[in-house]
C-alpha cells in the first residue's frame, strides 16, 4: 500500500528497494495482461450478443447483461485516454455532475489526470489528496453533503492539500479502485509527493466518517509526515533559488550579449556614416579639383584662341573699351567693332585675376543704361563705341 506509483525518475535506494520494484513491475505486467485478456473476451461477448439479441423481443437479462458488457468494454477500449490532459477552462464530467448533485461547496478539485494533479501537488510541495466517487453508495450522498461541503474541512483542504477526484464510473477511477485496494466507499486516500520516500499513501479514509474524523486524520497525516514534506519544501526552494539564479545569469547573459549587438550596430553605423563622409569629401574634392581643371584649360584655351589686340593707327574699325572689375581693378583693350562680344568676355575672364567666374557676370553701360549677355552679337551691334567704359557685373 505504500509503494505503488513511483516515479521512474528517481534512484533507487538500495538492493533490496530495487528487488521490490522489479516484483511490482511484473504485477503490473500480469494486471496488463490480465486487462487485454478480459477487453478481447468482453469484445467477443458483445459480439455475439448483439447478433443474438438483433430482434427486438430481447428478454430482460440479455438486457442487462449487454449492458454491464458494454460498460466494462467501454473501459478497457478508452484505458489510452484515462492521461489525457483536460482544459483548466473546462469543468470535468465528474466535477459537472458532482456540483449537480451536491451544489457548490467542495474544496477545489484540480482539473486535469491524476498524474498531472500528482505532478502538481509535487511541485507544490504538498501532499496529494485522491477522492474515489461511487454514486450508487448509500453513504456518499451523506459524505457529500455534510463532510466535504464543510467550511472548515473546505479550508483546511484547500490550504493543505491538492484535492483531486474521480467517480468509479470513469475507466481512470475504475483503475485506481484496484490499486487502492478499495473495500468500500466514501474512499478517500492521502498520498505523499515527497522526493525521498517516494509516492506513498500515508493515510486512507474508508466508509462512513463525519468532518470532525476526516478533519483529525488530515491533521494526523500532516503532523506524522511534517518533517518529509518540510524537506521537499526545502528541496523545491533550493531548486527554485538555484532555478532563479540560472534565470538571473542567463537574463544578464542575454542582456550583455544585447548590448554588445547594440555597440556592434552603433560602432557598424557610425563606420557607415564615417565611410559615406569620408566618399562624400572625397567625391566633393574630386569635382572640385576637375573643375579646376576644366576652367585652367578652358581659361588657357581662351588664351590662345584670343585675337591679336589691333594697332588704332594702322587699322580700320578699332575700337578702345574700359572695364571695371568688381574689385575696382579697370582693365582696357582695343577691339574691332566687327568682333563678337564673346571676345571681350574671354579677355575679361583672361585678366579679372578670379574676382569674375566665368558666365557668372555681365557687361553693363552707363549711359544709356544697356545690359550686355549676347556673347555672338558684335560690338557694332551692341552700338558701343570707342572710348565707352562697362562694368562687370556678377550675377
Not at 113 to 135: I, M, Q
Request: hydrophobic share 30%.
Amino acid at each position: 500500500m505504500t509503494d505503488f506509483f513511483q516515479e521512474s525518475d528517481f534512484q533507487k535506494e538500495n538492493e533490496k528497494e530495487k528487488e521490490k520494484e522489479k516484483e511490482k513491475e511484473k504485477e503490473k505486467e500480469k494486471d496488463n495482461i490480465f486487462i487485454e485478456e478480459e477487453e478481447e473476451k468482453l469484445s467477443n461477448k458483445e459480439k455475439q450478443k448483439e447478433t443474438k439479441n438483433s430482434s427486438n423481443d430481447q428478454k430482460p437479462i440479455i438486457e442487462h447483461s449487454k449492458r454491464k458488457t458494454s460498460f466494462f468494454s467501454n473501459i478497457f477500449q478508452n484505458l489510452k485516454t484515462i492521461l489525457t490532459p483536460i482544459s483548466e477552462n473546462v469543468k470535468s464530467t465528474f466535477l459537472t455532475e458532482f456540483e449537480d448533485s451536491f451544489g457548490l461547496d467542495h474544496p477545489t478539485f484540480y482539473q486535469g489526470t491524476y498524474k498531472e494533479a500528482f505532478r502538481f501537488a509535487k511541485e507544490s510541495s504538498k501532499f496529494f489528496v485522491v477522492y474515489l466517487h461511487s454514486s450508487d453508495h448509500t453513504s456518499t450522498s451523506d459524505f457529500c453533503l455534510r463532510v466535504l461541503a464543510d467550511e472548515n474541512i473546505i479550508a483546511f483542504v484547500n490550504e493543505n492539500f491538492i484535492f483531486w477526484g474521480e467517480s468509479i464510473k470513469h475507466p481512470s477511477g475504475f483503475l485506481l479502485t484496484n490499486k487502492f485496494f478499495v473495500t468500500t466507499y466514501p474512499f478517500m486516500a492521502v498520498v505523499s509527493t515527497n522526493t525521498r520516500t517516494r509516492s506513498q499513501v500515508v493515510k486512507i479514509f474508508e466508509g462512513q466518517i463525519n468532518a470532525d474524523q476526516l478533519m483529525t486524520g488530515l491533521i494526523s497525516a500532516l503532523e506524522e509526515n511534517a518533517s518529509a514534506i518540510s524537506e521537499q519544501r526545502i528541496q523545491e526552494n533550493e531548486r527554485s533559488s538555484i532555478r532563479q539564479i540560472r534565470e538571473q545569469q542567463d537574463r544578464e547573459y542575454q542582456e550583455s550579449i544585447e548590448r554588445d549587438q547594440e555597440r556592434q550596430r552603433i560602432e557598424f553605423e557610425q563606420e557607415q556614416q564615417q565611410r559615406i563622409e569620408r566618399m562624400e569629401r572625397e567625391e566633393k574634392i574630386k569635382r572640385k579639383k576637375e573643375k579646376k581643371e576644366r576652367q585652367m584649360l578652358e581659361l588657357e584655351e581662351k588664351i590662345q584662341n584670343l585675337k591679336p589686340e589691333p594697332d588704332p593707327k594702322t587699322e580700320e574699325g578699332v575700337i578702345r573699351l574700359r572695364v571695371i572689375l568688381p574689385d575696382g581693378d579697370k582693365i582696357s583693350r582695343c577691339f574691332k567693332k566687327d568682333w563678337e562680344m564673346k571676345t571681350i568676355f574671354d579677355w575679361v575672364d583672361i585678366n579679372s585675376n578670379k574676382s569674375l567666374k566665368p558666365n557668372k557676370y555681365y557687361l553693363v553701360k552707363n549711359y544709356p543704361k544697356t545690359s550686355f549677355s549676347d556673347k555672338n552679337a558684335t560690338f557694332e551691334d551692341a552700338k558701343i563705341e570707342n572710348g565707352d567704359s562697362l562694368m562687370a557685373i556678377k550675377k
